[in-house]
């Protein structure tokens, strides 16, 4: 059995590959060992533990809600492959794609970027519980504007920040510097790439530690 | 729980039957025990005993004052805890064999029973499930509930294993930030 000192057991991720049953038998025993004397270590086993067995009877109560019902994944894209046939699908949508594109920064993106607009934003706060807050967005809207407010005990000087939608992907990860304390951190999203629907803004350290998560509903 | 490390004066009133700290050292220690000997036995009525019989040795041993290293203390109870694990599996292979086409026992590691639920913690693990998007969820429900292995997961579930490490971490860090909020300990 090799030895485990904290440094080792937290490059590991031994705690969560403890749980997954990932690691050696000798590493297995060199964590336990390792748990039963670092309180750190100890209160992160205990947390997986508290998680495990307390998510198995939430999970397990039928009033909890199931997953949503997984969706046709063929999508818009397929049903234009089969309409067109393979071979001319491809030449069709880059054409297709080209004329959209060089019309609409013609004939609407360069002429609104030249005029002022007044937006809206989405504020976000660590502490909000209870109903998610929810950004209309309007026709025309370019980007969803988030203002994010950190409250850390110990700011850091960049963040990771990431925004994941309800299917579980992750969209736009970026590092971003610290604002200046009591200023929040602005975001601007593409509202293009974002559809209806619940998300999770998250904001981590750049080990990956969770700093705080946001939930919002974006309507559109 | 708070966080602790041990010292003479904890193991001497420990040894003298102090009420708080025995109920700490209880407290602290069990929930260790339990968390690595239903990994170690499977079986939550196997673990249950060998928790009991761990504790038992290290009180008796700590009553003859023959702990050298008090700040080892973990270590000291981890050892013990080992010895219990150790006799425990030779008397259960020499009681009886298993035949070799037998099925796996159940995974016991996640048990919805065990003394580590409560009302309180429910609903904090049921807000950060909440908070997680609906695929997560599902993945979650596949490693707790349905108790699938991790390949079955992420093979089902079209992910790396990476992904299901850094789900488990980021869950727990939630359940971490909710308990903080709320001011309660683990």
């Known amino acids: 059995m090799s030895d485990m000192d904290h440094r080792k057991a937290v490059d590991l991720h031994a705690s969560e590959r403890y749980f997954l049953g990932e690691l050696s038998e000798g590493e297995s025993e060199a964590f336990e060992a390792h748990f039963f004397e670092c309180s750190e ?15 198995k009877a939430v999970l397990g109560d039928r009033t909890f809600r199931e997953a949503a019902p997984a969706q046709d994944k063929r999508g818009w894209l397929g049903a234009f492959g089969q309409f067109w046939g393979p071979l001319q699908a491809v030449p069709a949508l880059a054409a297709i794609v080209f004329a959209a594109l ?9 002429p609104a970027l030249r005029q002022p607009s007044i937006v809206s934003t989405l504020t976000l ?4 519980r209870g109903e998610e807050p929810v950004y209309h967005a309007h026709k025309g809207d370019r980007f969803l ?3 994010v407010e950190i409250n850390t005990p110990q700011p850091v000087p960049e963040y990771h920040c990431e925004l994941r939608a309800d299917s579980g992907a992750v969209l736009f990860p970026m590092t971003a510097a610290a604002p200046p304390p009591g200023t929040p951190l602005t975001v601007l999203l593409p509202l293009a790439k974002l559809s209806a629907g619940h998300y999770t803004f998250v904001i981590d350290d750049l080990q990956k530690n969770e700093i705080e998560h946001y939930p919002f509903v974006l309507d559109k | 729980m708070e966080r602790q490390s041990f010292d003479r004066e904890y193991v001497r009133k420990l040894t003298e039957g102090d009420p708080e700290i025995s109920r700490h050292f209880s407290e602290y220690f069990s929930e260790l025990l339990q968390v690595k000997l239903r990994f170690r036995l499977r079986s939550p009525q196997l673990a249950e005993d060998a928790r009991q019989e761990t504790m038992l040795r ?6 003859k004052g023959s702990l050298e290293q008090p700040e080892r203390l973990g270590a000291f109870v981890n050892s013990v805890c080992n010895n219990v694990i150790f006799e425990t599996l030779r008397s259960h292979t020499r009681a009886a064999q298993m035949p070799e086409n037998q099925p796996d026992p159940p995974d016991t590691r996640f048990d919805a029973e065990s003394n580590l639920v409560t009302e309180q913690r429910k609903s ?12 997560d969820r599902q993945v979650l ?3 707790f509930l349905e108790e699938k292995n991790r390949e079955e997961v992420c093979s089902t579930m079209k992910i790396e294993g990476e992904y299901l490490r850094v789900l488990l971490h980021r869950a727990k860090s939630r359940l971490k930030t909710e308990m903080t909020k709320a001011r309660l300990h683990l």
């Open chain 1, 41 to 55: 270590c100890a209160e992160d086993v205990r947390t997986h533990a508290v998680l495990a067995d307390n998510a």
């Open chain 1, 102 to 110: 060089a019309g609409y920064q013609s004939l609407v993106l360069i």
């Open chain 1, 125 to 128: 706060k660590p502490a909000a």
């Open chain 1, 145 to 147: 504007p988030l203002r």
């Open chain 2, 58 to 63: 290290v009180f008796s041993t700590l009553r």
């Open chain 2, 124 to 135: 904090h693990v049921r807000k950060v499930l909440e908070s997680l998007p609906a695929r």
């Open chain 2, 141 to 143: 429900r596949m490693v």
